[in-house]
């Protein structure tokens, strides 16, 4: 029975912050956009009694603070949620006023040791905003590298979420297949790889709302469990249900999480959600494969997105 890790990459914007907006709307367009935001996000799984993962960036208290990130940890927590460690590397240098400072971008753009020093720290700064001692990681951008695994094996964790086959090579640089989406041992750690689904012959897209129609959605949680799986990992973000101005909700990212939750509760006999902190004993030998292409499903969700793209993006 496959378990489903449904994950949300909480973080303020690096997009916002580089626009120099004013901080007040940096956090408020990055955790609480037009009101579709974390706080919506958790409101919609208590309501369908889900459970779901917030990786959260502890980095921008580096600029603003530990209150916005000690803000969203509480309510995580407080709605019975989990907040388990994420990680942008261009925060490291950012500066409040001088908003084109900042660090390298990419966590692979640091070695072994100096990413152990960072994670290390990060957890550190998590910790101090209220959470537990992290036993899992995502990698901003998905980028993560070998170095990466080893030195959250030095440190004590025991998941990596960072492997993703729809942004490999280019962001994500872990030693692993692009079709893998079944969680393996690897480098000490089990990773447990974002789930894709193929939209065309050699070409893959992540299990993300803002990327699948509900159709793909449902297509990709029954294809898991006619095959048996041994996970479905999903990403969104706490700004994903938004423009990408974080002014105004995006009517089709909405639709699409909305039927997402309804679908898990629907499917949870089968298709339970699981929290990292949980320990769920995963298969590691598995060699699952992605939902394979459909032309009419393809074009379907094609259409869907040229409307997102170029109404709900751009209207007032």
Same mark, same amino acid.
């Given at each position: 029975m496959p378990h489903v890790f449904l994950t949300i990459d909480t973080e303020l914007a690096w997009r916002h912050h580089s626009a120099g907006l004013p901080a007040d709307d940096v956090v408020a367009r990055s955790l609480e956009p037009a009101g579709v935001g974390v706080a919506y996000t958790l409101d919609l799984l208590a309501r369908h009694g889900l459970k779901a993962c917030f990786f959260v960036d502890p980095m921008p208290a580096l600029v603003y603070g530990l209150g916005p990130i000690r803000g969203v940890v509480e309510a995580i927590l407080a709605a019975g949620q989990e907040v388990q460690l994420h990680f942008h590397g261009q925060w490291t240098h950012a500066q409040a006023d001088d908003r084109t400072a900042a660090g390298r971008f990419e966590l692979w753009d640091y070695g072994t040791d100096?990413?152990?020093?960072?994670? @290390?720290?990060?957890?550190?700064?998590?910790?101090? &905003?209220?959470?537990?001692?992290?036993?899992?990681?995502?990698?901003?951008?998905?980028?993560?590298?070998?170095?990466?695994?080893?030195?959250?094996?030095?440190?004590?964790?025991?998941? /990596?979420? $960072?492997?993703? @086959? &729809?942004?490999?090579?280019?962001?994500?640089?872990?030693?692993?297949?692009?079709?893998?989406?079944?969680?393996?041992? %690897?480098?000490?750690?089990?990773?447990?790889?974002?789930?894709?689904?193929?939209?065309?012959?050699?070409?893959?897209?992540?299990?993300?709302?803002?990327?699948?129609?509900?159709?793909?959605?449902?297509? &990709?949680? /029954? #294809?898991?469990?006619? =095959? /048996? %799986?041994?996970?479905?990992?999903? !990403?969104? #973000?706490?700004?994903?249900?938004?423009?990408?101005?974080?002014?105004?909700?995006?009517? !089709? #990212? !909405?639709?699409?999480? =909305?039927?997402?939750?309804?679908?898990? =509760?629907?499917? *949870?006999?089968?298709?339970?959600?699981? %929290?990292? $902190?949980?320990?769920?004993?995963?298969?590691?030998?598995? %060699?699952?494969?992605?939902? @394979?292409?459909?032309?009419? *499903?393809t074009a379907r969700r094609q259409a869907e997105q040229l409307w997102s793209n170029w109404v709900e993006e751009r209207a007032a």
């Open positions: 100096e990413q152990q020093q960072l994670i @290390g720290a990060a957890a550190d700064l998590l910790q101090a &905003a209220g959470a537990p001692r992290p036993n899992a990681f995502r990698a901003g951008s998905y980028a993560a590298d070998e170095g990466t695994v080893a030195a959250l094996e030095r440190l004590g964790f025991t998941y /990596d979420s $960072s492997h993703n @086959g &729809a942004e490999a090579p280019r962001w994500s640089r872990l030693d692993l297949p692009r079709e893998r989406i079944a969680p393996v041992e %690897h480098g000490g750690l089990i990773e447990v790889p974002v789930t894709t689904i193929a939209d065309r012959p050699g070409a893959l897209r992540s299990f993300q709302p803002c990327a699948l129609s509900g159709g793909e959605q449902a297509a &990709a949680l /029954d #294809h898991a469990i006619a =095959e /048996d %799986h041994a996970a479905v990992t999903i !990403v969104s #973000h706490s700004f994903e249900l938004s423009n990408r101005a974080g002014t105004r909700p995006n009517a !089709v #990212h !909405v639709r699409r999480f =909305e039927a997402l939750c309804r679908m898990l =509760e629907d499917r *949870r006999a089968v298709l339970p959600t699981t %929290h990292f $902190s949980d320990w769920p004993e995963l298969p590691l030998e598995r %060699h699952d494969q992605p939902l @394979g292409p459909r032309r009419l *499903r």
